[in-house]
Structure formats: C-alpha cells, structure tokens
C-alpha cells in the first residue's frame, strides 16, 4: 500500500508539471502575440524570419566584397613566391 501511494503521489506531481509548463508556454505565446498589436502570430514570424534573412545576404555581400578585394590585392602584389 506504500508503494502505491507514493507511486500516485509521483504520478500526480508528474502531471501538475507538465500543467504548468504548457500553462507558462500558453502565456508567453499569448504574451507575444499581444505585443504585436493586431498582427498575427504568422505575420510576426514570418518578419523575423524576413529580417534575420536581410542580414545574412549583407553579410555574404560583405564577405563577398572582402574575397574579391584580397583575389584583386594578390593580383596586384609581386609574385615572389612562384620562382
């Protein structure tokens, strides 16, 4: 009789766990989608997704500029190393 009490009493904490952790993430989803006023949880991800994006292509054109200012700075330097 021990056993099983114990057991329903782990069951039970188990249970009002995952209540609450799916209570706190219902009120972070709802919270963030008060923030964004009228828009709707799609359109908020979808913009952050679209600005993450943005600021990749900026970074590869930067890395692009760089490799094709040293492949131009190697051109231009004296080749002492092909002897």
């Known amino acids: 009789m021990e056993d099983s009490s ?11 766990i995952i209540v609450g952790v799916n209570f ?4 972070i989803v709802r919270g963030a989608i008060r923030n964004g006023g009228e828009k709707s ?3 908020n991800f979808s913009k952050s997704l679209t600005a993450s994006s943005k600021s990749k292509d900026n970074s590869m054109d930067e890395l692009r500029q760089k490799i094709k200012e040293l492949n131009e700075g190697k051109k231009d330097a004296p080749a002492d190393s092909e002897k």
């Open 24 to 27: 706190a993430m219902y009120a």
């Open 6 to 16: 114990s057991f329903m009493l782990g069951a039970l904490i188990f249970v009002l």
């Open 41 to 43: 949880i799609l359109e």
